[in-house]
Structures are given as structure tokens and as C-alpha cells.
């Protein structure tokens, strides 16, 4: 990643870094902290917070990771006419393969790509989040940190998939395209296939769907369909 040319002047164009950004924030943890990223998970957010969620799955968990399966339709897509070249670049053996069930994907720390966890973990981590980063006595983070790492940072037409994005510091902000629900000031991220997970923080509250079969995008109500029966729930 540090030999690899920019494709533009940096700062020009908005681009998602589906796999290389976990391993540049793995390096900044490992720089400053000595630890790797899912160690350095483990210890300070999911043992804290209890969660049942991992970067690097442990062997003996094995057994209880879901399968994932492919719809029929199923493909990583941008909005477009025609191939787009750089999703193979974006997304290496992923893009060409499916491995994501074997073993030793599971066991890897890939940062980015294969964080495993119980959905109900992971509406607890953005719950905390939501709650500026707090939550049944636990304390995580300072309520600036999390204002900080939502604040917006970029918007615009990603320059691979042509999807309109929003970031603040890591996570996905909300755009016109309401991947995150009803919810104007939600933050998080979705997940190739179909999963949608994040925090509203004017409700409070975090979400997490995961699913074991991946859809494309297009046409795929699941993830939408929840949060709107969620915020109607809410009232």
C-alpha cells in the first residue's frame, strides 16, 4: 500500500477503500499502540462492552459462524454503464472469488473485511456510540471522540462504484440514497450484500442487520424495510 501510486492527485476525488483502509488504521494501532487491530478490538472495545464480535475469529468459534450464500443475482456493482476496472483493484481476490467461508479467512485479522459478530453485538457497539460513546456504565469513548469521527469529512460520487458517499473519520454518512433509514443524522456502514449497521444518535439507539444470503443492491429492501419498521417502532 505505502509503494502504491496515488490513481489522482490525492484530495481531488472521493474513492472507497473497501480493504486498504483496515489495513492503514491496523498499521496506525500497531504504531502507536504495539497491538494488532483485532487484539487491540478485543481488548478495549469487545471485552468492555461484552460483545460477541471479532477481527480474527478464535478456531474454537468456528461452529458457530453462519454460511454465507450468494443470490443469484448477486455481484459487486457500481452505478454504471459498462465494466468498471478499478473494482478489481479495489477489491483484489474478493472481487474474483468467494473465500469469505473458509477457516482461515476467519482466523486472519483483514480489518476491513472480515469483522464477525452477532448482530445484536453490533447494534450494542453503535448503541454505545449513539449514546456518545457510553452505555450501561461503560465508558468507551469521550462524547467529542465520537462527534469527531462522525463529523463529515467528504462528500460526493464515489470515483469506483458511482454510488453517492459520505464519510466522517471511518464511518458512512447519511446521503440521499437513506442506506441507514429515516434517521438524518445516522452514521455507521453497510456492508456488501445487503447488511446495514449504525447509530441515531438523536434516537439513541444502534442497529445492526446482518443476513446470511448476499443480494445486489439494486432492487434489495431488507436492510431499508427494518429500519423504517425500527423508527416507526420508536414513534
Known amino acids: 500500500v505505502a509503494a502504491e501510486a496515488p490513481f489522482w492527485p490525492p484530495g481531488t476525488r472521493l474513492a472507497y477503500h473497501a480493504v486498504t483502509f483496515g489495513t492503514l488504521c491496523g498499521e496506525l494501532i500497531r504504531k502507536v499502540d504495539g497491538r494488532s487491530a ?43 454503464h459498462g465494466p468498471e476496472p478499478l473494482l478489481a483493484a479495489l477489491y483484489g481476490d474478493l472481487h474474483s472469488g468467494f473465500r469469505v467461508n473458509e477457516p482461515a479467512f476467519h482466523r486472519v485479522e483483514v480489518p476491513a473485511a472480515n469483522g464477525i459478530g452477532a448482530a445484536r453485538s453490533v447494534a450494542r457497539l453503535y448503541g454505545c456510540l449513539a449514546r456518545g460513546g457510553g452505555i450501561d456504565g461503560v465508558r468507551l469513548l469521550s462524547p467529542a471522540t465520537v462527534e469527531l469521527a462522525h463529523r463529515e469529512l467528504s462528500r460526493d460520487l464515489c470515483a469506483v462504484t458511482r454510488r453517492p458517499y459520505a464519510y466522517g473519520a471511518g464511518f458512512e454518512l447519511q446521503t440521499e440514497l437513506r442506506r441507514f433509514g429515516p434517521v438524518a443524522d445516522a452514521f455507521g456502514h453497510t456492508g456488501s450484500g445487503g447488511s446495514t449497521h449504525g447509530a441515531w444518535p438523536s434516537r439513541r439507539v444502534g442497529f445492526s442487520y446482518l443476513m446470511s444470503e448476499l443480494r445486489s443492491e439494486s432492487g434489495d429492501d431488507r436492510g431499508p424495510s427494518v429500519l423504517a419498521a425500527l423508527a416507526a417502532a420508536l414513534g
Open 38 to 80: 483485532g487484539r487491540f478490538f478485543a481488548d478495549e472495545v469487545a471485552e468492555p462492552l461484552g460483545l460477541d464480535a471479532w477481527i480474527g475469529l478464535p478456531a474454537e468459534l468456528e461452529q458457530d459462524v453462519a454460511t454465507l450464500v450468494r443470490a443469484p443475482d448477486w455481484e459487486i456493482t457500481y452505478l454504471g
